[in-house]
């Protein structure tokens, strides 16, 4: 049994110590907390030991009578794999604690790509990351295109990506962020980061990015144009999603018009805080011209890294390959909608 340890416990790394517990080859050996908060205390009632993150902060988790197992250093100290779900950034100044205990390293897509030797994505890169220290779960959004680019690659070769990526402006917990009332280019430059996020993926891939913001938290939505190396079918991308299991087809008949009826499918499916761990591609979408592909997809920014960093900490710690891990943790979270 791999001993996790979660270090930042607020929107992925609570999604992820709830996946690992799932797993039957894992345990969560504890979170780390930088603050007392409604989250802290979720993390006690569902019996994972919580630590404090910040030393000197450690007195407040007494004032607020919750009980700590110790400081971060032993969480780290004794753990197998720690993934770092802290914000963007505070992962960067804590690789030199995982260094200093021989811990290998999880980071989330907030990090520089060069804070780790691998960034990863369990459809398409899951062996580069076998035995690494340091690995990068790459974003949200470079996870949903990568999911896609990787079949289409094997199947029909790719010349050049396009995809134009309309964001969320914040969570549903994030109230300090925006837009309010508007719709922003972000950045106005182009490409976006995505494009070359995404090639830290598949370093040979053409890719262009752009993006905006816009007043909404549910999900972000994706426009795809691939250009392939051979024409295609559209009736052949779909068989060929069909047998991706992180990629969710949309039925006509579903009546599923945007990423709000998404969310309340995945509430009514019985999703824990209706997570979508899959791409959601609008079946009718799925379109070709000649050697050109089109589609519409939703990504779910809180939870369909989940997934990639389960099957990380069996690439680091060399516990299963690629088609048994994704299966293994496919099978224990439920994900197909």
Same mark, same amino acid.
Not at 80 to 90: C, F, K, L
Not at 126 to 131: G, T
Not at 220 to 226: A, I
């Given at each position: 049994? +791999? +001993?996790?340890?979660?270090n930042?416990?607020?929107?992925i790394?609570?999604?992820?110590?709830?996946? !690992?517990? +799932?797993?039957?080859?894992?345990?969560?050996? /504890?979170v780390?907390?930088?603050?007392?908060?409604?989250e802290?205390?979720?993390a006690?009632?569902?019996?994972?030991?919580?630590?404090?993150?910040?030393?000197?902060?450690a007195?407040?988790?007494?004032?607020?009578g919750?009980?700590?197992?110790g400081?971060?250093?032993d969480?780290?100290?004794e753990a197998?794999? !720690?993934?770092?779900?802290?914000?963007?950034?505070?992962g960067?100044?804590?690789?030199e604690?995982?260094?200093?205990?021989?811990?290998?390293?999880?980071?989330?897509? %907030?990090?520089?790509?060069?804070?780790?030797?691998?960034?990863?994505?369990?459809?398409?890169?899951?062996?580069?990351?076998?035995?690494a220290d @340091?690995?990068?779960?790459?974003?949200?959004?470079?996870? /949903?295109?990568?999911?896609?680019?990787?079949?289409?690659?094997?199947?029909y070769?790719?010349e050049k990506?396009?995809?134009?990526?309309?964001?969320?402006? %914040? *969570?549903? %917990?994030?109230?300090?962020?925006?837009?309010?009332? *508007?719709?922003?280019?972000?950045?106005?430059?182009?490409?976006?980061? @995505?494009?070359?996020d995404?090639?830290?993926?598949?370093? =040979?891939? =053409?890719?262009d990015?752009? /993006?905006?913001?816009?007043?909404?938290?549910?999900m @972000?939505?994706?426009?795809?144009?691939?250009t392939?190396?051979?024409?295609?079918?559209?009736? =052949?991308?779909?068989?060929?999603?069909?047998?991706?299991?992180r990629?969710?087809?949309?039925?006509?008949?579903?009546?599923i018009?945007?990423?709000?009826k998404?969310?309340?499918?995945?509430l =009514?499916?019985?999703?824990?805080?209706?997570d979508?761990?899959?791409n959601?591609?609008w079946?009718?979408?799925?379109?070709?011209? /000649?050697?050109?592909?089109?589609?519409?997809?939703?990504? @779910?920014?809180e939870?369909d890294?989940?997934?990639e960093?389960?099957d990380?900490?069996?690439?680091?710690?060399?516990?299963?390959?690629?088609?048994?891990?994704?299966?293994?943790?496919?099978?224990?979270?439920?994900?197909g909608?």
């Open positions: 049994m +791999q +001993q996790v340890a979660i930042g416990y607020g929107t790394g609570k999604r992820v110590a709830d996946a !690992v517990r +799932q797993q039957p080859d894992m345990e969560v050996l /504890g780390a907390k930088t603050r007392p908060n409604f802290a205390e979720t006690i009632e569902k019996g994972f030991p919580l630590y404090a993150a910040v030393e000197e902060r007195e407040l988790f007494a004032e607020a919750l009980e700590i197992a400081p971060v250093e969480l780290v100290a197998d794999v !720690v993934v770092d779900a802290t914000p963007s950034g505070i960067a100044q804590n690789k604690l995982y260094e200093e205990y021989d811990t290998p390293a999880l980071y989330q897509g %907030g990090e520089d790509a060069d804070l780790a030797e691998v960034s990863f994505n369990a459809r398409s890169n899951f062996e580069d990351a076998v035995d @340091h690995v990068r779960v790459v974003s949200c959004n470079t996870t /949903g295109l990568s999911r896609v680019i990787a079949p289409l690659r094997e199947a070769g790719v990506v396009r995809a134009t990526l309309v964001r969320r402006g %914040g *969570d549903p %917990g994030q109230s300090d962020r925006g837009p309010i009332n *508007d719709i922003l280019p972000n950045p106005v430059t182009i490409p976006s980061h @995505h494009g070359p995404v090639e830290t993926i598949f370093p =040979d891939l =053409d890719i990015t752009l /993006g905006m913001k816009v007043p909404a938290t549910q @972000h939505m994706h426009s795809l144009n691939v392939l190396e051979e024409e295609v079918d559209a009736a =052949d991308v779909r068989e060929l999603f069909a047998d991706e299991s990629l969710f087809s949309i039925p006509e008949r579903m009546d018009d945007g990423s709000g998404l969310k309340e499918y995945a =009514d499916a019985g999703r824990p805080r209706g979508i761990w899959e959601c591609i079946e009718e979408s799925i379109s070709t011209v /000649g050697r050109d592909f089109y589609c519409f997809q939703a990504i @779910h920014q939870s890294v989940v997934p960093n389960v990380a900490i069996r690439a680091v710690t060399g516990a299963a390959d690629a088609q048994e891990s994704i299966e293994t943790t496919d099978e224990t979270l439920g994900i909608l």
